[in-house]
């Protein structure tokens, strides 16, 4: 059997670790943007491709004649890769273009729960027009609280927060303009309070099994401060929900991604087949969506795919064939902590780039994932200028988990940083203070 994994980083070390590990023993055949020399240790073969150019992309699937192909990021799922690769008859897991709207356009998402009656959204505009009235109007109303999210792929930079990003009324049109300006429309939103969590599904149109729910740190600096990043760290539980989730709560949100999936399939007359990641906030009046995504996470992939104990290649033909079923997957009742070393500059400044740093050897209860790493001519490890490596602690309790991964992430020689707080009890007190403080109010 090949494989054909379209990837990047450490998401893409995580899926290739996981199809590795089954017994079918696939020969993996990798194509990224830049070597990922974790990625390369597991693979057949190693293309460096720009996963966006698409010719290219098909020239090596037609050589390699695949059984069926993995696309882990956002942007060639978004512009139609999976169509591209069904056109010469090979078969992947992740949704086509039209299905993959769910991540790439937000206002198209917000238009799908409202057709189908899926109450889980906050107030929200969905503008095509370059109308500053009625921009000013909406975010007007929302008192100070408001979201501006530019309405295509953006690399995870496009959404922009009051009180964060912008910080008046004014700020919130000037955004709303450059997002028309640039990609032709723009959604506003009512800002929502509360506390947030992932949930990601396999999906086979009706067919939809969970995952453990991972919450995500996406600010640079430990307390939860500075700039956002594409995520400092992330952490599950062993009972795979969160010490501050209620068991209703979770299965909403676990029933909203079967509704969604259900509603994409109505939409469009086929199923959507690949992975489904449910970015949710808990409030006061329950669990609401903030954004859909079409693909795992990076890191949420590095907290799942290590607690994987049945066959992952069966789980991606049981999706392809829609015969998906909850017996198919199984995780272990671990927690697991990421914490990501990145350089000290990240996000902002480059410095770093290009200079040596070293890795410890993880035990059997640790998983070290990397990312945006080049190699020397000695083999020696470099960094770039993103995250570098996702260190992964698997315990029977959170805080055995967060103290494996402290103290890989302690060994690590080099110009980098990490957020030590990720996964400690302070810090999990305080997401559970906020909770009870917001269903109290």
């Given at each position: 059997m090949k494989i054909l994994l379209l990837s990047l980083a450490a998401r893409g070390h995580a899926i290739a670790d996981a199809l590795s590990r089954s017994p079918q023993s696939a020969d993996i055949i990798s194509l990224v943007p830049a070597r990922n020399a974790g990625i390369a240790s597991l693979a057949s073969e190693q293309h460096i491709v720009d996963l966006m150019d698409f010719d290219s992309v098909l020239d090596i699937a037609k050589y390699v004649q695949p059984d069926f192909a993995f696309v882990a990021p956002d942007d060639p799922i978004g512009a139609g890769i999976v169509d591209a690769l069904e056109s010469i008859g090979i078969q992947s897991v992740a949704p086509k273009k039209q299905l993959a709207q769910i991540e790439s356009s937000k206002g198209f998402t917000r238009d799908l729960l409202a057709k189908y009656s899926i109450d889980a959204s906050p107030a929200y505009a969905y503008i095509t027009e370059k109308n500053e009235s009625l921009i000013?109007?909406?975010?007007?109303?929302?008192?100070?609280?408001?979201?501006?999210?530019?309405?295509?792929?953006?690399?995870?930079?496009?959404?922009?927060?009051?009180?964060?990003?912008?910080?008046?009324?004014?700020?919130?049109?000037?955004?709303?303009l450059e997002c028309i300006e640039e990609c032709g429309r723009v959604v506003l939103?009512?800002?929502?309070?509360?506390?947030?969590?992932?949930?990601?599904?396999?999906?086979?149109?009706?067919?939809?099994?969970?995952?453990?729910?991972?919450?995500?740190?996406?600010?640079?600096?430990?307390?939860?401060?500075?700039?956002?990043?594409?995520?400092?760290?992330?952490?599950?539980?062993?009972?795979?929900s969160l010490p501050f989730i209620a068991s209703s709560d979770l299965a909403r949100a676990k029933e909203l991604n079967r509704l969604t999936a259900a509603a994409l399939q109505k939409e469009f007359g086929e199923p959507f087949k690949g992975i489904l990641y449910g970015g949710f906030i808990l409030t006061k009046k329950g669990v609401q969506l903030i954004e859909y995504n079409a693909r795992f996470g990076d890191?949420?992939?590095?907290?799942?795919?290590?607690?994987?104990?049945s066959d992952f290649i069966t789980i991606c033909q049981g999706i392809l064939a829609g015969d998906l079923s909850e017996d198919m997957v199984a995780f272990s009742k671990k927690a697991t902590v990421c914490k990501y070393i990145t350089p000290e500059g990240y996000p902002e400044n480059k410095d770093q780039r290009g200079q040596p740093f070293s890795l410890p050897t993880p035990g059997s209860n640790a998983r070290i994932y990397l990312g945006d790493v080049s190699e020397g001519n000695d083999g020696q490890l470099l960094l770039g200028g993103s995250r570098t490596a996702g260190i992964v602690g698997i315990g029977d309790t959170i805080t055995e988990a967060e103290h494996i991964a402290e103290e890989l992430c302690k060994q690590v020689k080099g110009p980098v940083r990490y957020r030590s707080d990720i996964g400690t009890q302070d810090l999990i007190n305080k997401r559970i203070d906020l909770m009870k403080s917001i269903r109290n109010a």
């Open positions: 000013r109007d909406f975010i007007d109303k929302q008192k100070g609280n408001y979201v501006v999210k530019y309405d295509a792929l953006k690399g995870g930079k496009g959404v922009k927060v009051s009180g964060e990003h912008l910080d008046s009324i004014d700020d919130g049109v000037t955004y709303a939103e009512e800002k929502l309070i509360g506390v947030e969590f992932s949930l990601i599904s396999f999906v086979s149109g009706a067919h939809v099994v969970d995952t453990p729910a991972i919450q995500d740190h996406k600010r640079a600096f430990a307390g939860d401060t500075g700039p956002n990043t594409g995520g400092m760290g992330t952490w599950s539980d062993r009972d795979h890191p949420e992939a590095l907290n799942i795919l290590p607690l994987l104990e």
